[in-house]
């Protein structure tokens, strides 16, 4: 039994490190995918996030700067628009933690509300070959509830 956890850990270790070095080799990022949020006072909505990252040349640390955008839509009458620059630290291989800050823009029954954003999110970055990756999140912040989606994308 212990051989075999041996085993598993250090095929595990080689992946991430693999990995690891894949991400680093490429500075750029582009994904696109749907989300389900609670950023609706009344409901749930669906959205369309949109993200961008660059890989900051920064030695033994492996981190992001971007932007996002997410449009979303409840299903009745609230649209709401949040564009937000993010950070973002990987670790362990593809595993991500991310700071989200920007601007709500809730157009609902004919008016415009702009709030404050900020946000944290969560999720792991599984690349597909040498340039294409998915990659599953969660989020929540201020001053929607939550949020859980997944992106497609490629890096350059």
């Known amino acids: 039994m212990k051989k ?3 085993v598993f850990f250090t095929a595990l270790a080689i992946a991430f490190a693999q990995q690891a070095a894949a991400q680093e080799s490429q500075k750029f990022a582009v994904g696109l995918g749907p989300e389900w949020n609670m950023n609706s006072g009344e409901n ?6 949109l993200g961008f990252d660059y890989h ?3 030695e033994a640390a492996r981190l992001a ?7 979303s839509y409840n299903f009745d009458s ?5 564009p937000a620059a993010l950070f973002r630290w990987y670790f362990l291989g593809g595993f991500f933690a991310q700071a989200d800050i920007g601007v709500t823009v809730i157009m609902e029954d004919g008016e415009t509300t702009p709030l404050f954003l900020g946000g944290v ?3 792991y970055r599984l690349p ?4 294409f990756y998915v990659e599953p999140y969660g989020r929540f912040g201020y001053p929607f509830m939550f949020g859980i989606g997944a992106v497609a994308g490629i890096r350059f």
Do not use: D, Q, Y
């Open 65 to 71: 700067a971007g932007i996002t955008v997410a449009v």
């Open 4 to 6: 075999l956890r041996a």
């Open 56 to 58: 900051l040349p920064i």
């Open 128 to 131: 597909l070959g040498e340039m």
């Open 44 to 49: 749930f909505a669906g959205a369309l996030a």
């Open 121 to 123: 999110r969560a999720g």
């Open 78 to 82: 609230a649209t709401v628009l949040e």
